[in-house]
Nanobody, 131 residues
Framework: QVQLVESGGGLVQAGGSLRLSCAAS????????MGWFRQAPGKEREFVAT????????NHADSVKGRFTISRDNAKNTVYLQMNNLKPEDTAVYYC????????????????????????WGQGTQVTVSS
């Protein structure tokens, strides 16, 4: 079992920055691929970013590429999402998720961009970007 707790959300003006954190409890954090997803009001949840078990490889949605960066610190059991140059359309609840490795041998950002790959989810943190 893995429990995930997000923090760092809030209200920011367009062009500003926020850093989200997701602290994981439980064992073997480094055996989980981690991801960030978001859900805006009236919309389906969408992929934002994912990172491999060691943190050496990551994948970002086109809508955030060049503005957001996912990273992880396995010693601290924490994954981060640095969000720069925020836009009003980034307003959403942001969710952290963990995917057990199972029988997967090689990390694929495309594979882990799908919600169904993830076994555990946090409660979410609200990010609101004002224009």
């Amino acid at each position: 079992q893995v429990q995930l707790v997000e923090s760092g959300g809030g209200l920011v003006q367009a062009g500003g920055s926020l850093r989200l954190s997701c602290a994981a409890s439980g064992r073997a954090f480094s055996s989980y691929a981690m991801g960030w997803f978001r859900q805006a009001p009236g919309k389906e949840r969408e992929f934002v970013a994912t990172i491999s078990w060691s943190g050496g490889t990551s994948n970002h949605a086109d809508s955030v590429k060049g503005r957001f960066t996912i990273s992880r610190d396995n010693a601290k059991n924490t994954v981060y999402l640095q969000m720069n140059n925020l836009k009003p359309e980034d307003t959403a609840v942001y969710y952290c998720a963990a995917a057990g490795r199972g029988a997967v041998l090689f990390y694929s950002g495309t594979y882990y961009s799908t919600e169904g790959r993830y076994d555990y989810w946090g409660q979410g943190t609200q990010v609101t970007v004002s224009s």
